[in-house]
């Protein structure tokens, strides 16, 4: 009898969760599986925002390191915490499908008025200059912690009005405790609301055990998306937001960028047909005579 596949997990509630449904899905396939976790930095620097750590990779590098020296078979994260560059060595072994890639507004029972004062928290920069260029009066502060320590955050700030989160983030931890409003407007950040298995890039066989998990619409959306950010040279915690999806043998495909303060917008609303190999070049080079190379550089700039 081989040994099990060793999975390895961050400790949050949401990150055991997805690594269970990874195991569950090779289990169906007849593999068998042993979780191991692992802390990661992300988890537990949790007194800075994302966008100011500076680092990429930040929830998946403690267990990109035990996969390079063997302490775990496979890494569970969800894709979008994953860097467009892998760490050498490792590959992607599989997309698992895709939950809603929406967010959602988390609030007290009173939703946002044009003119009229409110907060809302976010760790996201991409969430905060969507919300600012929408919402130009509005406050946004920054929050950390996983869902269910932001939700606690929450509900301890007066001041607060509502946080953004992802919508399958909640529908995951089957949280139905606050009242929600899906932002069906705002662009999802590329690859939210899906799952993806790393592996060593030479285990073969475990990338072949890991092919029962796959799912083919997701991997391709998830990675013209990718693509779309690496064209952008651009980092989870950039304000860069890509969303494609599937309409008959169209693929539909929607990204932005913002300053901070939501003042400038660079947008691309463009459709392909499904068997285009260049659709995140085009949308890229689209987006890019629109200011959005300017407006990334500033965002750097300000940050140095």
Not at 47 to 53: F, T, V
Not at 83 to 103: F, H, K, N, W
Not at 205 to 228: G, W
């Amino acid at each position: 009898m081989s040994p099990p596949l060793l999975v390895g997990t961050r400790q949050s509630a949401l990150a055991l969760y997805q690594s269970h449904r990874a195991m569950d899905g090779l289990r169906a396939a007849g593999v068998q599986t042993e979780l191991i976790k692992i802390k990661s930095s992300g988890d537990q620097i949790l007194h800075i925002p994302l966008y100011e750590l500076g680092v990429t990779g930040i929830f998946t590098k403690e267990l990109d390191i035990a996969l390079l020296d063997r302490r775990v078979d496979i890494a569970v994260h969800s894709l979008k915490d994953i860097p467009t560059q892998l760490a050498r060595g490792l590959a992607i072994a599989a997309v698992m499908e895709r939950d809603s890639s929406a967010d959602i507004l988390v609030h007290k029972g009173r939703l946002p008025v044009d003119g009229e004062p409110y907060t809302v928290a976010t760790s996201s920069l991409r969430r905060r200059a969507q919300w600012l260029r929408r919402y130009p009066h509005h406050e946004v502060i920054d929050i950390r912690g996983n869902v269910n320590s932001r939700l606690a955050k929450l509900d301890a700030n007066p001041s607060c009005d509502a946080i953004i989160l992802a919508q399958a983030g909640l529908d995951r931890l089957g949280i139905t405790s606050h009242s929600t409003q899906v932002l069906d407007w705002m662009i999802s950040a590329p690859s939210q609301g899906a799952i993806a298995v790393v592996c060593r890039a030479s285990d073969q066989h475990i990338r072949d055990a890991c092919s029962a998990l796959d799912h083919a619409e997701t991997r391709l959306h998830t990675s013209i998306e990718r693509a779309f950010l690496r064209e952008l040279m651009g980092g989870c915690s950039m304000p860069i937001a890509a969303r494609a999806r599937q309409e008959d043998e169209s693929i539909l495909f929607h990204g932005c960028v913002h300053t901070l303060d939501g003042n400038r917008e660079a947008r691309v609303d463009m459709s392909f047909h499904q068997h285009d190999t260049d659709i995140a070049q085009k949308a890229a080079a689209e987006i890019r005579r629109q200011g959005a190379d300017q407006i990334l550089a500033e965002i750097r700039s300000h940050e140095s």
